[in-house]
């Protein structure tokens, strides 16, 4: 099945941390990459993107032919240009939101969704209560993924049933392992000068979280009923709490070992391990340690090299130590309890026959999951993947018979229109096909809309000469404001002069959307100076507004303002009330055949589902956000022509409950 991709000239690439940075995805694409190389006939076929935390980056292998400097949004839009350009037949991505530049770890997305060959994802992190930014970046990474690889079954049930995504789009993939000798433990005891000891090794990056001070609090129990016990703990403190924080962990557990004169009893050998030291470690542990605070780990690097090692583990239920460890291949022990630490470490300690029973089952079971194998598997989604990217459909929530999915070919986007509906002042309001149509002079409406477009198309291409028109657009919302009155007036003539002091409430919010999407696009602080003074000063009258039009275009602009401004609690509280005096409507007015929230459907319908939808994921209410879809879809059914195409309602007439829907006039 895969001797095509094995055998072909074809190449790969492979974006994530890497060795000598130390980490665990570091350790985990170092060993995956290795494991493909082996397995793929030719020179430099595979190639190795590193990212880098540190502006000096690190002394990488010759195999790592780019890095990307996390925080550069500019170099991920360049290495995907590089793949493109030189036509890799796939990428595969190693996804942890704490490895990637901007909210969330979001950059990572620039550079996929750019990307013109299948990708494959590696999720080494699956949240069953993401954030609002986090479920956003999750959503992403399953629209430009061809697949989405999980090492636990607990994340495959997470992605499925908390992110709607389909069953067909993830694949189970276990963490790869080395593959070595089922041999007796403290085979290795004298290279460690630990001879004669009975070791309980723990190994990992430290800092809090990792429950040391619960396994240390064990030790005394443990040390009066085996006193050749040592507690050894391998590695070093994580580089980026070292950097923040210091040693504050580790000279906190030092305090505390001296406290229970365990000074014997627990050993530190403060260094990072490849994984050809951490095996021969394990083999030389009579007892693997994983005391974790948290339960929500889905996959455990460490854990799966210990079962792969034939040790005897003694874990806390985490979820992918409740998988692994199942039908007596480990010990679960509860969270935080030292005393039952002790007791199952204690009772494995002295029953040999026990221990070695539960070592002999996890090796065999592991023998699954080592790396050529893992390798294959990877090879071969590679293999079953079409040349050309797919992308999945955008609303993984409409039920419309699976997974459809779409080709990614989207034609090049062309401003000229926009170029010529725009002089000196701003954006025209009309044109005669071609040709601007002066005798309507401008408005704010359309100068926010030209505003929205051209700073996504900025955020989206890095396109400076659009930036002349990002200003004029502005300079106009700008000029349109009445600081007395905090209101935009809306309606300009060719001569300028304003034919009105304030303009609709629905063009106020709109100005506003515009605003928070321009604030989100656009990084200049003399842009976003202007754009926040605005922003603050025209929020402060929308709460008085009763067009809902208005509040759904505000809660839009928030919600693009509050992506990079989270912590912002009075724009989350704008933002939650204006959302649900929309709701309100809703629940007031909507009947089984009529999902709306107003008694006549008229203009810019989908705003308003959409600002629910928005709202409802954002801040958790489930009521909220199924009102928007349900809505949504309700508006997709009555705008959906006998013939199947988009007829959106007419603006003569509209639509009224129980009337017949206008149709559009153009």
Not at 202 to 212: A, E, I, Q, S, V
């Amino acid at each position: 099945m895969i001797n095509k991709i094995i055998n072909g000239q074809e190449k790969i690439g492979i974006i994530g941390n890497y060795l000598p940075r130390r980490c665990g995805i570091a350790t985990f694409t170092t060993d995956l990459s290795k494991a493909i190389r082996n397995e793929l006939c030719g020179e430099n076929r595979l190639i190795n993107i590193a990212m880098n935390d540190r502006e000096e980056g690190y002394d990488y292998p010759s195999e790592v032919k780019l890095t990307i400097q996390e925080d550069n949004r500019e170099e991920y839009i360049k290495v995907a240009r590089y793949l493109n350009e030189n036509e890799y037949r796939a990428v595969i991505v190693q996804h942890e939101y704490g490895i990637y530049g901007g909210a969330d770890g979001e950059y990572i997305i620039e550079l996929m969704k750019r990307l013109e060959m299948p990708v494959l994802t590696n999720l080494h992190t699956v949240l069953e209560n993401p954030s609002f930014g986090q479920r956003k970046v999750m959503n992403a990474l399953a629209k430009y993924s061809e697949k989405l690889l999980v090492m636990s079954k607990k994340a495959f049930d997470i992605l499925t049933r908390v992110y709607e995504i389909p069953s067909e789009m993830v694949v189970f993939v276990p963490h790869g392992i080395l593959d070595t000798t089922y041999e007796e433990q403290g085979l290795y005891n004298d290279a460690i000068d630990l001879e004669g000891k009975e070791i309980i090794l723990t190994f990992g990056l430290l800092g809090p979280g990792k429950g040391l001070e619960v396994m240390i609090g064990a030790m005394p129990a443990i040390v009066k009923k085996n006193p050749n016990a040592v507690y050894l703990i391998l590695g070093k403190t994580h580089p980026h709490i070292l950097e923040k924080r210091g040693d504050l962990y580790r000279e906190k557990l030092k305090e505390q070992i001296k406290s229970l004169n365990l000074e014997k009893n627990v050993i530190f050998h403060n260094k990072f391990v490849d994984s050809d030291i951490l095996v021969k470690y394990i083999k030389t542990s009579t007892i693997y340690s994983i005391p974790y605070l948290n339960r929500n780990q889905i996959t455990s690097g460490t854990l799966a090299y210990a079962l792969g090692s034939g040790a005897a583990v003694v874990s806390t239920p985490f979820w992918h130590a409740e998988e692994l460890l199942a039908e007596g291949r480990g010990v679960l022990v509860p969270f935080r309890d030292s005393e039952s630490l002790a007791r199952e470490i204690n009772m494995l300690l002295t029953d040999s026959e026990k221990r070695q029973n539960m070592r002999r089952k996890a090796y065999d079971y592991a023998r699954s999951m080592i790396w050529s194998e893992v390798a294959k598997s990877h090879l071969k989604i590679i293999e079953e993947c079409k040349g050309e990217k797919k992308i999945l459909e955008k609303n993984k929530r409409e039920d419309v018979g699976g997974s459809r999915k779409i080709i990614y070919k989207l034609p090049e986007i062309n401003l000229s229109h926009l170029k010529i509906l725009t002089d000196d002042t701003g954006i025209l309001q009309h044109a005669k096909y071609t040709i601007p149509d002066l005798t309507h002079g401008y408005c704010v409406d359309d100068n926010a809309r030209a505003l929205i477009a051209t700073s996504m198309y900025y955020n989206l291409k890095g396109d400076k000469d659009i930036y002349p028109f990002i200003q004029k657009y502005l300079a106009f919302l700008n000029y349109s404001f009445d600081e007395k009155t905090k209101r935009f007036a809306n309606f300009m003539s060719y001569d300028r002069r304003w034919q009105e002091n304030i303009g609709s409430e629905d063009s106020h919010g709109r100005a506003l959307w515009a605003l928070g999407v321009t604030y989100k696009n656009i990084k200049d602080e003399s842009i976003r100076a202007i754009v926040m003074e605005l922003f603050i000063s025209a929020l402060s009258v929308v709460a008085d507004f009763s067009s809902p039009r208005s509040w759904a275009f505000t809660v839009l602009g928030l919600s693009a303002y509050l992506e990079v401004n989270p912590e912002d609690t009075e724009k989350r509280e704008v933002k939650r009330n204006l959302a649900e005096k929309i709701h309100s409507l809703y629940k007031n007015t909507a009947t089984s055949d009529w999902h709306w929230c107003e008694e006549t459907a008229t203009y810019s319908n989908g705003i308003l589902p959409h600002a629910l939808i928005l709202a409802g994921e954002y801040i958790g209410d489930k009521e909220m956000y199924n009102i928007g879809i349900q809505s949504l879809k309700w508006l997709l059914k009555i705008q959906t022509a006998p013939e199947g195409h988009l007829s959106v309602i007419g603006n003569e007439g509209w639509f009224i409950r129980d009337k017949e829907k206008a149709a559009f006039g153009q």
